[in-house]
Every structure is written in structure tokens, then in C-alpha cells.
């Protein structure tokens, strides 16, 4: 190894997440960095390193957990200063143009904010809109959740029985690349949105009858780097308030599918989320961990959770070692 790539990984991780830096620690091999952090009575975050960072690889694990997402993004904005880092949840991310007279562009805000507290390269994973790309000067890869899906079907499902489903036009490439890697049969569903987290009327395009359907659709997770930055977002990116999820496997139901399940990158799952997946025909909400879920999965019985780390952890060793990532765009980790 060069003098350059003598520097070690320094795994930071934010309040948001730990279990999640926990097990990316563990599968890179190395303990997370001491450090503190706090909020003074006045609110403010406070943040310490406990040792020294200096010249090695700095790398910052921050998600967005629900009802702290500006919390979390302000934890991370000060970690980033005060090493020059990187994070799981990219904040603001449906926020990424300018749908309406006299409202901010807040995913490029975000951008903008990362890039001024030092982060020099981002790493996403499902951002919930390719252009967020754009909103940065310094390099971007966003890493795909797909692979670790794929495999999930493949373990669990016959693929000729299933039918891949997008829950909106948005979604529709993520949903026919799965069906071309499956092989297997594709849907749609046309929605229409009155305001925003509100579903209007959904029209089926496809069969579905008597098919396993599987909807996937897009929602965010964010890493920033110290020598180089990471982030991470949105299969359907986010299971926010699952309104779209409930009724779009009710449409799938009432054409004749056979069970529906949804796969969902981050499980946010906010407001009366718990109670309404409970309530609804969905088999299944398969999700990642890239948001804490806390007692979500004891409240939910649909609720699975694929373990996202080892990915994680292959892109923090692939950067440091200044190996390419494109590797993860197509497979997880075993």
C-alpha cells in the first residue's frame, strides 16, 4: 500500500443511527470512533471527536430519524465541519424542483449546505431523483438497494409467479429493470395527486390476476466522506405515511392479485403509518434499515427488514482503498 492509502477508517457515527454504524463497524472490522454529542437547553448540538482524526479517512453514518430530520441534518453539518466527513438519509430529497410559484428548490439547499461544511464526495443510495446529482459540484455515486431486493425475491418468490409493479410513472425504470432482471411480468399504476400526501384516483395498467404483486417504487439514504463525502435515499425510497403503498395494493387486490407486497428502501414510516399497513392487504412491507426503525417492527407483524450495512460498509472500504464502486450498482454483498 502507497504512503497515501496508509491512513486508517474512522467511523463516526451520528445520534440518529447507531445500530446501523454498529454493524458497519463490524462488518469493515473496526469500532466506531469515541465521540460526543449534545444539545445544550437552548437546542444547540454540540459535537467532540474523542480522538484524533487527523489524516486518516473520516467517514460520517447519519440518518433521518422520523421527526428529526432537520435535528439530524444540523448533527451532521457540524460533524462534516469538524472532521470533513459523511451520512444514510438524504434530507429534503422530494424537494427537488421548483413544482410551484414562490417555493425553494430545499434538496439543492441541502446540497449546497454539505458542500460548504467540506464534504468532497457524495455516495447515495436510491436518491429519489437522479437530478440531485446535479445540485452538487463534487462527485456524486448513488448506490441502488435493487441487488439486495433481487435477492430477496429470488430467496423467497418463484419470479415466474410474480408481477413487478411501480406505484407511479416515477418509478416505472426502477420497476422494469427489477422485471428485466426477474424476467418476469410488469405493471403500473397511474395515480393522481390533489396535494401533496394525498392520493387521488389509481388506474392499473397490466394484469396482475392471480400473480404475486410486487410493488417497488422509490424513496433516500446520505454518507458524506472526509477525503471523499458519502449519502444516502428513496425503492419506493420512503415508506412515509404508506398512503400511496395502501392504496395502490387495494387497487392490486380488487384486479385479482394474488398477495401484494411493496419493497421500500426507507422505512419512515410517520404519522399512523403503523396502523394503517396493519390495517391494509399488504402481505408484506419489506424495507431496509436505513432509518432506525425502533418498535415499528414489534407494532408491525408485516414488517421485514433487509440488512442494507454490508453494502454500506463495501463502499466505505472500496473508497478508501480507491477501488471503484460501480461494483455494488449490480451486486450485494454477501
Not at 152 to 159: A, G, L, Q, V
Not at 288 to 298: F, I, R, W
Request: charged share 20%; net charge neutral; hydrophobic share 40%.
Amino acid at each position: 500500500m502507497s504512503a497515501e492509502m496508509a491512513n486508517e477508517i474512522k467511523l463516526i457515527s451520528g445520534r440518529s443511527h447507531p445500530d446501523l454504524s454498529e454493524k458497519i463497524a463490524k462488518r469493515l472490522g473496526i469500532e466506531v470512533a469515541r465521540t460526543v454529542s449534545l444539545n445544550y437547553s437552548n437546542q444547540e448540538t454540540s459535537f467532540t471527536v474523542g480522538e484524533s482524526v487527523r489524516d486518516e479517512d473520516v467517514f460520517i453514518v447519519q440518518s433521518t430519524a422520523t421527526g428529526d430530520v432537520n435535528e439530524g441534518l444540523m448533527e451532521l453539518l457540524i460533524m462534516i465541519s469538524a472532521c470533513r466527513t459523511a451520512s444514510p438519509n438524504f434530507p429534503y430529497a422530494r424537494q427537488d424542483k421548483k413544482d410551484k410559484s414562490r417555493a425553494p428548490i430545499s434538496a439543492r439547499l441541502v446540497a449546497n449546505m454539505l458542500q460548504t461544511a467540506g464534504a468532497n464526495h457524495i455516495v447515495t443510495v436510491d436518491l429519489h431523483a437522479s437530478q440531485i446529482q446535479g445540485f452538487f459540484s463534487v462527485p456524486v455515486d448513488n448506490l441502488y438497494a435493487e441487488p439486495s431486493f433481487l435477492r430477496y425475491i429470488r430467496e423467497n418468490f418463484k419470479p415466474e409467479d410474480c408481477v413487478i409493479v411501480s406505484p407511479d410513472a416515477g418509478g416505472a425504470k426502477r420497476a422494469t429493470s427489477i422485471a428485466d432482471h426477474l424476467n418476469t411480468a410488469f405493471a403500473l399504476i397511474h395515480k393522481e395527486r390533489p396535494r401533496p400526501n394525498v392520493v387521488g384516483r389509481m388506474v392499473l395498467v397490466g394484469n396482475v390476476e392471480e400473480k404475486v404483486a410486487i410493488l417497488v417504487g422509490m424513496f433516500p439514504l446520505l454518507f458524506v466522506h472526509c477525503h471523499e463525502s458519502f449519502t444516502n435515499q428513496r425503492l419506493d425510497d420512503m415508506a412515509d405515511t404508506c398512503g400511496t403503498l395502501v392504496k395502490a395494493a387495494q387497487v392490486l387486490k380488487d384486479n385479482g392479485a394474488k398477495s401484494v407486497l411493496a419493497l421500500v428502501t426507507h422505512g419512515i414510516l410517520s404519522g399512523n403509518a403503523i396502523e394503517t399497513l396493519n390495517g391494509s392487504v399488504l402481505s408484506a412491507l419489506v424495507v431496509t434499515n436505513t432509518v432506525p426503525l425502533g418498535d415499528k417492527v414489534q407494532r408491525c407483524p408485516k414488517l421485514r427488514v433487509i440488512d442494507i450495512s454490508p453494502t454500506i460498509a463495501e463502499a466505505i472500504r472500496r473508497t478508501h482503498n480507491g477501488e471503484s464502486v460501480s461494483y455494488l450498482f449490480n451486486h450485494a454483498p454477501v
